[in-house]
């Protein structure tokens, strides 16, 4: 079956620290594959997603690329900011985009 | 372009009580998904709808939960009676099919006393 595993938390980092969060997944086909980001008090956002092999998802400067070959899309950001303090859930829809599957989510905060 | 709406935002009842959850999808989406948040247990999918008709609801915690999609601009999911250990944040999101990308309601906060 589908499923998403992604790096347990908390994660703690000074500002303007490189941040990497792993996400894995198991799917047959080819799922599109997604970055959700959670502020305090708010529901779910879409960060960034990538719908086949190789592309990179980017926005804000967070990035991640679809590697099919060991089934990663790996959250990156090179300098993180006090702001970026949410959960991040990584997030697999099937083929025909109907099922939905979430990571269990990644907190992280960043310190001044 | 509005959002997901969803209401109430927050609500406070006692152990017994029917609880009614809202939604309104953003307008063309035709999947729409009923998520719970607990710290203990994440974010669950209870039920999803795809063109109003329920595909998959083997996320619903048991019988006291259920939810409808009348139409393709409404949904509710209702508890009763409700209890305690259903306080958590409720979370509709909808989606046009085979796209995949989610966009999320902002939550109704449940405290069951």
């Known amino acids: 079956g589908n499923s998403v595993t992604q790096m347990e938390g908390p994660v703690t980092l000074s500002e303007e620290a490189f941040l990497t969060i792993n996400c894995t997944y198991t799917?047959?086909?080819?799922?599109?594959l997604f970055w959700y980001v959670q502020y305090p008090g708010e529901g779910l956002q879409l960060l960034l997603k990538?719908?086949?092999?190789?592309d990179k998802g980017s926005n804000k400067g967070f990035e991640a690329t679809y590697r099919k070959e060991t089934t990663s899309f790996h959250l990156e950001k090179g300098s993180v900011q006090v702001s970026d303090s949410a959960v991040y859930f990584c997030?697999?829809?099937?083929?025909?985009?109907?099922?939905?599957?979430f990571g269990t989510g990644t907190s992280l905060t960043v310190i001044p | 372009d509005a959002g997901v709406i969803q209401s109430p935002r927050h609500e406070v009842t006692e152990m017994g009580q029917e609880v009614t959850l809202r939604c309104k999808p953003i307008?063309?989406?035709?999947?729409l998904f009923w998520y719970r948040q607990t710290m203990m247990r994440g974010l669950e999918l209870l039920i999803y709808?795809?063109?109003?008709?329920?595909?998959?609801d083997s996320g619903m915690p048991e019988d006291r939960f259920s939810a409808k999609m009348p139409n393709a601009s409404f949904s509710t999911l209702k508890i009763q009676p409700s209890e305690p250990r259903d306080s958590a944040v409720y979370f509709c999101?909808?989606?046009?099919?085979?796209?995949?990308?989610?966009?999320f309601g902002p939550g109704t906060r449940l405290l069951v006393l």
């Open positions: 999101a909808s989606s046009l099919s085979n796209l995949g990308t989610q966009y």
């Open positions: 799917a047959t086909g080819y799922p599109s």
């Open positions: 990538a719908t086949k092999a190789d």
């Open positions: 997030a697999l829809s099937d083929q025909a985009g109907n099922q939905f599957y």
């Open positions: 307008s063309g989406h035709n999947s």
């Open positions: 709808f795809n063109n109003n008709v329920p595909i998959d």
